[in-house]
C-alpha cells in the first residue's frame, strides 16, 4: 500500500486488535485538530487547549484551560448544543461542558473509563458520548447519565440519529453497527458482522438508509427499518477511514489509497472515482457544485461534483481534519504548522492564518 504511516498517538495502537486482518496502514483519528464553528467564532481543539477564533479577524477570543494541562487534551470536534453549550470531550476519559462565549464551565461528565476520541451527538434533550471503553453514554443536558450501553470494543465514531427514529445508531470497532432506544438505551438492534472496523460516523438517507464504509474496504448501505440488515454493498480499493457525505442522492468519500469516489445511494453504483496521491482520512465538504477535502498532505483538494480537478491551494503543515464551512468561508486545520487554522474563500484564497500566541 502507498500510504503514508502515520501514528500520531502511539497507545491507540492497539486498535490492530479490533480490526479486520489485512495489511492497510493503522491511522491513529485522534492526530489531527478538532472543529466547529457558530456563524461568528469558530471553535478548534488542538492538543492541550481549545481555541475560540474570532471568524471576522482571525483572532483569538479565548483559549481554555488558559495554561496548559498535560493530563488533558482535546481531539474531537467540539459540538455546539441548542440549548447554548459547546462540548469538549477529553483524552482525560471526562467530556466538558463550557460556556462558547466566557469558556465558563457548566459541568464535566466522568463516567467514561478511557479516552474520548469521538465527538458526541446532540439533540435537543439528550447527549450521546461514545467511548474507547466500547460504550456509549446518555448524558442529560445537565451532565447527568441516563443510560449507558456496552457495545464491547472502542468506539471512535460520532452517532448518527434519523429524525423519523427516536434512535441513535452507533458504529463499533467490534465491527457492528447498533441502534438504542434515545429515551432508554434499549436495544433495538444490531447489524451483522461487517467484516471490518467503522471509525467514520454513518451518514443516514432521509429513507432510513444508513451508510458506512469500513476496513473491510467496502461502503455498506444498511436497511434501518429492517433490523440494520445489509442493502447493498461497494468495494473500494482500500480502507475506508472516514464516514461519507450525502448530497442529493450521491455519497461522497475517500479511501486510505487516495481514491476518491462518487456513488448513486439509490444502488450503491459508481458515477465516478479519481485518484489523489495520497491518505484521505476525513469527510469530505460540499459547496455548489465543488467538494473540498484534504489528503494528508500541506493542500487542500479542490474537485467538482463531476468528478473533475479543480484546484490545490496549499496550506501548510499535513492536513487530516475534514474542511468546514461557515458561509463563505472555508476553514482548513494543519497540524505540525506555526497556524493551527487557516480561513479560505471558496476559491482557495487565504483570509487570513490564525497562530495563537504564546
Known sequence: MKSKKII??????????????????IYASTGW????????????????????VDLKTGTEKWRYPDK??????????????EDGQLLLPGYD????????????????FSGSTNRLVASPLATQNMIFQPSSDGKVYAIDMSGNQVWVQDTGAPIWAQPATDPNCKCIYVASMDHKIYSFDAA?????????????????SPAVSADGTLYVGTFNKEMIAIDTKNNGVISKRFTTQDWVWAGPVLVDNVLYFGDLSGYFYALNASDLTALWRIQ???????????????LYFTTETDALAIVSTAGDFVSSPIIGGVI??????????????PTGFTSLLVALDLNGTQKWPFTPAK
Open 320 to 333: 487530516y481534519s475534514a474542511p468546514l464551512f461557515v458561509g463563505d468561508t472555508i476553514l482548513v486545520a
Open 8 to 25: 500520531l498517538i502511539s497507545t491507540l495502537i492497539l486498535l490492530s486488535i479490533f480490526i479486520s486482518s489485512c495489511s492497510s496502514t
Open 93 to 108: 476519559h471526562k467530556l466538558y461542558s463550557i460556556n462558547p462565549g466566557t469558556k465558563a464551565e457548566n459541568w464535566i
Open 68 to 81: 496548559v494541562n498535560t493530563k488533558v487534551a482535546f481531539y474531537a470536534n467540539p459540538v455546539l448544543t
Open 184 to 200: 432508554t438505551g434499549r436495544e433495538l438492534w444490531v447489524s451483522e458482522d461487517l467484516k471490518g472496523a467503522i471509525v467514520g
Open 33 to 52: 485538530h478538532g472543529l466547529t464553528a457558530s456563524s461568528d467564532v469558530a471553535y478548534l481543539a488542538a492538543g492541550n487547549q481549545v481555541y475560540a
Open 276 to 290: 489523489r496521491p495520497n491518505a484521505i482520512v476525513d469527510t469530505p465538504a460540499v459547496a455548489g457544485d465543488n
